[in-house]
Nanobody, 124 residues
Framework: QVRLVESGGGLVQAGDSLTLSCAASGGTFTGYATAWVRQAPGKEREFVAGLSRSSSRADYADSVEGRFSISRDNAKDTVYLTMNSLKPEDTAVYYC?????????????????WGQGTQVTVSS
């Protein structure tokens, strides 16, 4: 069972960039599809970006397409979310998620493993 530990959140200004990290503690991401999901105050959790188990396929929410990029370093067992041109509406708690997968699909839901979340605040 993989444990996910996020880091890299913080307070930034609109237009800035930020990279979040998600490390697999006590395990490995081998065989797992991964994703970043966010939750803003008073709103439901929202899919942000996902990566297939092989990292060859990615999917993004329309709201972040072209600004955010998800990637994985297998040697470090770490998944990243690079966020550029940040907007105040990107303010949320960002969660890393993972699920075992036998296919090379990207999933927007039904993740089994979650990190504790990291706060990202974008000021205008």
């Amino acid at each position: 069972q993989v444990r996910l530990v996020e880091s890299g959140g913080g307070l930034v200004q609109a237009g800035d960039s930020l990279t979040l990290s998600c490390a697999a503690s006590g395990g490995t991401f081998t065989g797992y599809a991964t994703a970043w999901v966010r939750q803003a105050p008073g709103k439901e959790r929202e899919f942000v970006a996902g990566l297939s188990r092989s990292s060859s396929r990615a999917d993004y929410a329309d709201s972040v397409e072209g600004r955010f990029s998800i990637s994985r370093d297998n040697a470090k067992d770490t998944v990243y979310l690079t966020m550029n041109s940040l907007k105040p509406e990107d303010t949320a708690v960002y969660y890393c998620a993972a699920r075992l997968s036998v296919s090379n699909l990207v999933f927007r839901e039904n993740y089994n493993y979650w990190g504790q979340g990291t706060q990202v605040t974008v000021s205008s």
